[in-house]
């Protein structure tokens, strides 16, 4: 999996979800990209990278979570919101 070192902020940002409800902010912000060398990571089927974040506001407080995902489907088959509500989903 990357490291944070490896996934430059210079990625510009795919997805971006703000929501409210019950008392909290959240927003979830996505950024994918593409893996070109079939070798370049441990995944051997591995086709995106994709960070997702998640902030959290209730009661002045803002945990930050980041996830990091690899998945073998293209970037034509699953767009940055895709890969959002899979992550969702399966989190």
């Known amino acids: 999996m990357p ?3 490896q996934f430059p902020g210079a990625i510009p940002v795919g997805d971006r ?12 912000t996505v950024k994918a990209v ?11 089927h591995a086709r995106q990278a994709v960070r997702i974040t998640r902030t959290r506001t209730t009661n002045r407080k803002t ?3 980041t996830a990091y995902l690899v998945t073998s489907v293209p970037a034509a ?10 992550a969702i989903r399966s989190g």
């Open 34 to 44: 593409t893996i070109q060398a079939l070798d370049g990571i441990a995944f051997p």
């Open 17 to 28: 979800t703000r929501d409210r409800g019950h008392g909290r902010k959240e927003t979830r």
């Open 77 to 86: 088959g699953a767009r940055p919101a895709d890969l959002q509500k899979w």
């Open 63 to 65: 945990p930050r979570e």
């Open 3 to 5: 490291s944070s070192r």
